[in-house]
């Protein structure tokens, strides 16, 4: 399964952008996918998930209210709609998906097993 990640760029606080994630290569389904990010000097953090059983949705506290995960399951794409965007939003983004039943949702970022190449989101303030 390969992952693209793409949408990022640089947004003044309070504007908007929206990420897209694409997953292809295999024939079989994705279970869930998942949005992670890493800011500069911090350690990678959930941001948002989707699994398609049951159309369910998890949200980071930080993000939740501000963004929004929607996704295709017949086209394996996932959108993270990001709005209110502060400086502390400033990170690499990345997807990732598992083809795997999780055990707790949203799991861990261990339990995802393909990742994107992540994009990059700047805030300004």
């Known amino acids: 399964v390969q992952l693209q990640a793409y949408g990022g760029g640089l947004v003044q606080a309070g504007g908007s952008l929206r990420l897209t994630c694409a997953a292809s290569?295999?024939?079989?389904?994705?279970?869930?996918i998942a949005w992670f990010r890493q800011g500069p000097g911090k350690e990678r953090e959930f941001v948002a998930a989707?699994?398609?059983?049951?159309?369910?949705?998890s949200y980071g506290g930080s993000v939740e209210g501000r963004f929004t995960i929607s996704g295709d399951n017949a086209k394996n794409t996932v959108w993270l709609q990001m709005n209110i965007l502060k400086p502390e939003d400033t990170a690499v983004y990345y997807c990732?998906?598992?083809?795997?039943?999780?055990?707790?949702?949203?799991?861990?970022?261990?339990?995802?097993?393909?990742w994107g190449q992540g994009t990059q989101v700047t805030v300004s303030s």
């Open positions: 990732a998906a598992t083809v795997e039943i999780l055990r707790t949702w949203p799991g861990a970022s261990s339990e995802y097993d393909y």
């Open positions: 290569g295999r024939s079989f389904k994705t279970y869930a």
């Open positions: 989707i699994r398609w059983r049951g159309e369910s949705t």
